[in-house]
C-alpha cells in the first residue's frame, strides 16, 4: 500500500487560479494536476497511489472556516484523508481547531511563509496547546518555500523550539526543512519529529538523504509527494535509490502513516 502524506488539491471553482497563481510565484514550477480532487484522484491513480492527505491552508482569517468545509466535504471520500487549517492570527483560531476536531480532521497544515509567522514566536504557544489537547496531527510547511524569499520561518532551530510546546504529532515537511539538510541531521535527527518525503526528488543531494535516514531511522519518514507539484513516481525514484531493505521502505510508504493516523 502506498499513503501520500503530501498533496493538495483545490475547490474546482478556485483550481485553475490557484494552480497559475501558484505556479507563478514559485518560478514557474509544473503543475502535475489541474489543482481539482479529480485531477488529484486521476494522478493516484496513475502512479500507484492509494490514499492521500491532503494539506489545506487557509491563509486569512476570512477563508478560513470554507477551507475547513472544503475539507470536511472531500474527506468523505474513502480515500483521501484531509487535514484543516486555522490561519494564527483569526480571532475565532482556537475555536476553528474544536470546529476541526468536531468535523472528524485528524490534523492541520500551517504554512509559516503563507500564514506570515515565525514557527517559534511565542504568539502561537496557545494555537499549538490548543492542537495538542485535542490530540491533532500538525504538519508544517519546513525551509525554502520556492514562493518566498529568506530567512525561513521554520528551520531546524526554531522547529525544534516550537515543537517543545507540543504534546502531539508534529510532522516538518520536506524531510525536516528544504534546504536545510545539514541542520536538519544536526538538529532534528533523533527527535520524535515526522519527516516527510515532499518534493525531496531532484531537491535534496543524496548525501543528506542518507544522513537523514541514518540518523532518523524510518519510524519517522512519511512518504509524501507535494502532488501537484511533484508525482509519486519521482519520489519513489529517490527512495528506491537508496538501498533501503523492504521493511524499511514498507515503514515510509504506509505503515508510519497508518500508525500515525491511528488506524494499526
Ligand atoms: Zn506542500
Known amino acids: 500500500m502506498l499513503i501520500d502524506f503530501h498533496t493538495h488539491c483545490f475547490p474546482?471553482?478556485?483550481a485553475q487560479n490557484a494552480i497559475s497563481k501558484l505556479t507563478y510565484v514559485s518560478g514557474g514550477l509544473k503543475n502535475?494536476?489541474?489543482?481539482?480532487?479529480?485531477?488529484?484522484?486521476?494522478?493516484?491513480?496513475d502512479t500507484g497511489v492509494d490514499r492521500a492527505v491532503v494539506l489545506n491552508i487557509a491563509t486569512n482569517a476570512h477563508q478560513m472556516q470554507s477551507v475547513n468545509d472544503f475539507a470536511a466535504k472531500i474527506n468523505e471520500d474513502e480515500n483521501i484523508i484531509a487535514f484543516g487549517s486555522v490561519f494564527?492570527?483569526?480571532?475565532n483560531a482556537l475555536e476553528e481547531l474544536e470546529r476541526i476536531k468536531?468535523?472528524?480532521?485528524?490534523?492541520?497544515?500551517?504554512?509559516?511563509?503563507?500564514?506570515?509567522?515565525?514557527?517559534d514566536d511565542e504568539k502561537l504557544k496557545p494555537i499549538y496547546k490548543k492542537i495538542s489537547s485535542l490530540?491533532?496531527?500538525t504538519v508544517f510547511h519546513a525551509g525554502l518555500d520556492y514562493g518566498f524569499p529568506?530567512?525561513?520561518?521554520?528551520?531546524?532551530g526554531s522547529m525544534l523550539k516550537a515543537f517543545s510546546w507540543f504534546d502531539s504529532p508534529v510532522v516538518a515537511a520536506h524531510m525536516g526543512g528544504l534546504n536545510c539538510s545539514k541542520e536538519v541531521v544536526d538538529k532534528l535527527c533523533g527527535t520524535d519529529i515526522y519527516f516527510d518525503t515532499a518534493f525531496s526528488y531532484?531537491?535534496?543531494p543524496k548525501y543528506y538523504l542518507e544522513k537523514i535516514i541514518e540518523k532518523h531511522g524510518c519510524d519517522k519518514i512519511l512518504f509524501g509527494t507535494d502532488c501537484p507539484w511533484h508525482t509519486a513516481d519521482m519520489e519513489l525514484r529517490m527512495l528506491d535509490s537508496l538501498n533501503l531493505s523492504e521493511n524499511e521502505l514498507k515503514k515510509i510508504h504506509c505503515d508510519?502513516?497508518?500508525?500515525?493516523?491511528?488506524?494499526?
Open 32 to 45: 502535475h494536476t489541474d489543482g481539482t480532487l479529480a485531477g488529484l484522484k486521476q494522478v493516484m491513480a
Open 256 to 264: 508510519n502513516a497508518l500508525k500515525l493516523l491511528g488506524e494499526k
Open 202 to 204: 531532484s531537491s535534496m
Open 12 to 14: 474546482d471553482k478556485i
Open 88 to 91: 494564527p492570527f483569526a480571532d
Open 135 to 137: 490530540g491533532l496531527i
Open 150 to 156: 529568506p530567512p525561513y520561518k521554520a528551520e531546524p
Open 102 to 119: 468536531h468535523l472528524g480532521l485528524k490534523g492541520v497544515k500551517l504554512h509559516p511563509d503563507y500564514q506570515g509567522f515565525f514557527v
